[in-house]
């Protein structure tokens, strides 16, 4: 039996944590907004915040730029999509994250507010993404940021989302991203991973979690082969940006994570493969209850803030 972390034994005792995906997804979303808001630590001060509105497949789009460093010249920007299994999750629910990502990188956070299931199923949150990185790219100037240094990034169902857009940047069909950071993602919705044999009690996200989010993005299983909703089944990796792969051994996407960073260093992508064995998924807007949560964040920060730094078409000197 694999070794459980204390601070997640402590959580799963504590209330008003419930096993995500018991309950239907309005009530879901609530709760899960209020876990989310008590369970994060103090955030951290940032130059600017913004929100913006933004046209997008489905009407308005909601967005909201975190500014980590004065004003003043350009910054590099991370656009982030949310976990919460395409479901729950919102601008608030991974605020944390954003201002600690763009604090220690010194740079932009933009996050997207995309549309969620079972209302919106595959592809509306994907068509989202996309459509927020276009027009990040296209409004570069005005907003500050560098249209050659915007990377993409996520947790669970927002990893997913972050590599289908690295890929679909690597074809041409949005701009082209400098970095990917994949937290504990979803790349293969077929649910065959050895880890959801493993993972189904005692941590927030179970394989019937899984099967709960996956059900309501993308009910048809001959739709989970479509590598926009399973990235791993794209037909090749060769030519996508750099990566971090954060992986937990208590999250039954811990397989799927560990074959995609396998699969990119086999192919050629210069790779950062974390895993946290005696971790669970989540943990990253849950720094308040998870002490390793924090090191984590800055951690992926740094190495985002490196990417940058050697960015072949830039070569910057951040900071």
Not at 48 to 77: D, F, H, S, T
Not at 178 to 194: E, I, K, N
């Amino acid at each position: 039996m694999r070794a459980l972390h204390p601070d997640i034994t402590v959580l799963m005792q504590a209330a008003g944590v419930p096993t995500l995906g018991a309950v239907p997804p309005e009530e879901a979303r609530r709760g899960y907004s209020a876990s989310r808001r008590a369970l994060q630590l103090p955030f951290d001060p940032m130059a600017e915040i913004r929100n913006i509105v933004i046209p997008g497949p489905g009407g308005q789009l909601p967005l909201r730029l975190y500014r980590g460093a004065p004003l003043g010249k350009p910054l590099p920007c991370l656009l982030y999509l949310h976990g919460g299994g395409w479901v729950l999750g919102d601008l608030d629910s991974h605020e944390g994250i954003c201002r600690r990502i763009a604090a220690v990188a010194a740079c932009c956070v933009i996050a997207v507010d995309y549309r969620l299931a079972p209302e919106h199923p595959f592809p509306a949150a994907m068509e989202d993404a996309a459509a927020a990185l276009q027009w990040v790219a296209d409004h570069a100037g005005e907003i500050g940021i560098d249209a050659e240094l915007i990377a993409v990034g996520g947790d669970s169902a927002g990893g997913n989302l972050a590599a289908v857009l690295a890929i679909m940047g690597r074809d041409g069909t949005v701009p082209r991203s400098s970095y990917q950071m994949l937290f504990y993602p979803a790349t293969d919705l077929r649910m065959t991973g050895d880890s959801y044999e493993r993972v189904v009690d005692g941590v927030p996200l179970t394989a019937n979690s899984m099967r709960y989010f996956i059900d309501h993005y993308i009910s048809n299983p001959v739709g989970r082969k479509d590598w926009r909703a399973s990235p791993m089944l794209a037909e090749t990796l060769e030519g996508l940006p750099p990566a971090l792969v954060l992986t937990c051994g208590h999250d039954p996407l811990c397989t799927d994570g560990q074959l995609y960073a396998a699969r990119l260093e086999r192919e050629g992508i210069a790779v950062t493969a974390l895993h946290l064995s005696d971790q669970a998924h989540g943990i990253l807007n849950m720094s308040k209850a998870i002490g390793a949560a924090s090191g984590v964040l800055d951690f992926a920060a740094a190495l985002l803030r490196e990417a940058w730094r050697i960015h072949p078409d830039k070569n910057i000197q951040n900071g």
